[in-house]
């Protein structure tokens, strides 16, 4: 934890870099001002990372953060990337990106087996996907290309759908020896989900498809999502999924929010009338993720009470990185959707005027000012919110029949070392904790 230095102004002074603004000044009409916003966030929040540096590790970001936010982190820079035209950390994420993949190219680094759960696996997968979308520069020929790294990611998850307990659906640890082993939760599921329902799209392989709609009406029959479309965290599979924990955050509804916005997509008739209805109740349940009607996003589960953990900082990066790509591919969602982006990315802007570099962003967009908090889930809460105004200046996801040009293969993945790995064990224990303990809270509504 730290404030930063003054190191960046001595970088403005000599360099009068885009970043180099003395507070966030956000005009939500204007596409410079917006992209020099991002920009700034975007700095900021790549203060943090030192893996670029003799002795660091590429695609890491250094303790308190996990390996995950890191998969997080560089996807939300490849859209920075595809909304900015800014290719300032283009090297750097296709750096970190390939480092991560691990013996078997699929996001599962040895090193990483004791924080590595099936979600934490899917947002690095989920950022190769986005780079396979948006047409983010391919690999050179002899390293993974991103579709292929988005199906390895599939075919190791697909092979772990366990149904012996709940009828089916995907622990939230792929090793028995980590603690959460036993928890089937929403961002897990969703994880899966947003991925096959995309690799769908992208490679029109109706496979993928089919394990979406498994997903789905597995999630919802268990229900971790509702019939009134709140996303609940996740259940106990020892009690058999009789029981929800019905906590709520914003990232679990918008990974299902965009995965279903690409069913609607791709479906025609009755099947994309059923998918409509439910990306509206998704949108719908998404209400509470808004304070007060006030059209201000806030992770209502932590914080009015100031506990939002490192994790929980960054979500609602991924809500809004979602909403875009709702809107893309859900063109109707667009005029209910973007208004909540402006008014949540104006709030986001009033909050960055904090720290030493009087450009650090805050938790609490709902305050109108800097909350004394930072971090890089905060830089990137607010760089997602300000890069998201430039929805409409952005194309929708390529697929490889529409120009993308990443180079797939729909067995990555499925070697055998990959399966053995699975299989092994070794006695490491983690420090996760299993679920936040929030009993009798308004938000808990069965
Ligand atoms: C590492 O990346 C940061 C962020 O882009 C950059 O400011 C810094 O100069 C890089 N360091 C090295 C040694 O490349
Ligand atoms: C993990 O493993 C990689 C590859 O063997 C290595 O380069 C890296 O330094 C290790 N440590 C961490 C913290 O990732
Ligand atoms: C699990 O159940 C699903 C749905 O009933 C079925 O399609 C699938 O084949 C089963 N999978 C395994 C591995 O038994
Ligand atoms: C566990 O839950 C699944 C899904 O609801 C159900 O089909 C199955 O019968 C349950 N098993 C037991 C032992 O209750
Ligand atoms: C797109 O991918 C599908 C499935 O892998 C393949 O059958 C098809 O030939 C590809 N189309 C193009 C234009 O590459
Ligand atoms: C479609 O995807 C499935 C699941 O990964 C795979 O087994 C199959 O080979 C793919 N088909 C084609 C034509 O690529
Ligand atoms: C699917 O997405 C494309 C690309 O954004 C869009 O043009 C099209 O209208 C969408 N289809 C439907 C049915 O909304």
Known sequence: MKIRSGTSNAICGALLAAHCTSAIQLTITDANSIKTAASTAAHGMMSYYKGNITGGTPGLLPQPYYWWEGGAMWGSLIDYWSYTGDTTYNDIVSESLLFQVGPDDDFMPPNQTKSLGNDDQAFWGMAAMTAAEAGFPNPPSNQPQWLALAQAVFNTQAVRWDNSTCGGGLRWQIYSFNNGYNYKNSISQGGFFNIAARLGLYTKNGTYFDWANQMWDWTNAIGLISDSY???????????????????????????????????????????????????????????????????????????????????????????????????????????????????ATAAAKSCVGGSDGVTCGTKWYEGNWDGTYGVGQQMNAMEAFQALLVDQVGPPLSNSTGGSSQGNPSAGTGPSSVRKDKAGAGILTTLVLITILGGAWWMIA
Not at 286 to 307: D, K, S, T
């Open 230 to 344: 709140q996303v609940f965290d996740g259940s106990d599979d020892t009690l058999n999924c009789t029981e929800l924990n019905h906590i709520q955050w914003s990232y679990n509804t918008g990974i299902f929010l965009s995965g279903a916005a690409v069913m609607y997509n791709v479906t025609t008739g009755a099947e994309q009338a059923k998918w409509k209805t439910r990306v509206q109740g998704l949108i719908t349940g998404a209400n509470a993720f808004f304070y007060q009607g006030q059209g201000i996003m806030y992770e209502v589960a932590c914080e009015p009470n100031n506990n939002c953990n490192t994790d929980q900082q960054s979500f609602k990066a991924y809500l809004l990185r979602w909403m875009t790509l709702t809107i893309k591919l859900a063109p109707w969602t667009h005029d209910i959707l973007l208004p909540l982006i402006q008014t949540t």
